[in-house]
């Protein structure tokens, strides 16, 4: 399970990179999410991946227990990506409502 999680992220982190890099605000904004979930991943990861084991039991031993740290960690930093992501529509929306490009330069491609 951990092999397939850090294949997942290392997948993300990649495309979110590579979408980043790209010439268009949207692709910018896609790849920030697409960053924002591989990190999400990588934090909950870091709880403890375990299969079939049900998150509290009857007995107090901790080590069978999931880590709710690393949970509330993810949960806030959702909320925070929607928000930021609704952001940067916003200001996506303005920028080319002034400029009239959706280019991060400012600049349209040669024709």
């Not at 870091?46 to 107090?60: E, R, T, Y």
Request: net charge neutral; proline share 6%; charged share 10%.
């Amino acid at each position: 399970m951990e092999l397939v999680l850090s294949i997942a992220i290392g997948i993300m982190t990649s495309c979110g990179v590579w979408l980043i890099l790209r010439p268009r605000t949207y692709q910018v904004i896609i790849g920030l999410s697409l960053l924002s979930y591989a990190v999400n991943l990588f934090i909950f990861g870091v709880g403890g991946v375990k299969a079939n084991v049900p998150p509290i039991l009857g007995s107090d031993d901790p080590s069978i227990l999931a880590d709710p740290v690393p949970q509330a960690l993810v949960l806030t930093a959702i909320v925070i990506g929607f928000a930021t992501t609704a952001l940067f529509l916003v200001v996506l929306l303005a920028s080319r409502g002034l400029t009239g490009s959706d280019h991060v330069d400012g600049r349209n491609e040669p024709k």
